[in-house]
């Protein structure tokens, strides 16, 4: 485990380790939340680079109704 120091701008530096294992890139977004008294930091990954994560799921379900107040939902 590598420790890293706050900066007086409340900046962290992610060690390089790090940066290669979860191809990082600067100005790549960073979801950060409250887990109890930890805190959790995880990249927000782009609609373009999900792309094909599940090959093989069936994509042949058909979409919802456009326009809601007329949908039969029976």
Avoid: C, H
């Avoid at 992610?14 to 887990?35: E, S, T």
């Avoid at 792309?51 to 029976?74: H, K, Q, Y």
């Amino acid at each position: 485990m590598t420790s890293v120091s706050l900066s007086p701008k409340y900046q962290l530096v992610i060690p390089k380790d790090i940066r290669r294992m979860f191809n990082l890139v600067p100005g790549q977004q960073m979801r950060v939340q409250a887990r109890g008294k930890w805190i959790e930091v995880v990249p927000e990954i782009t609609m373009a680079s999900a792309r094909g994560m599940w090959p093989g799921i069936d994509t042949s379900v058909p979409n919802d109704p456009e326009d809601w107040t007329t949908a039969d939902f029976t």
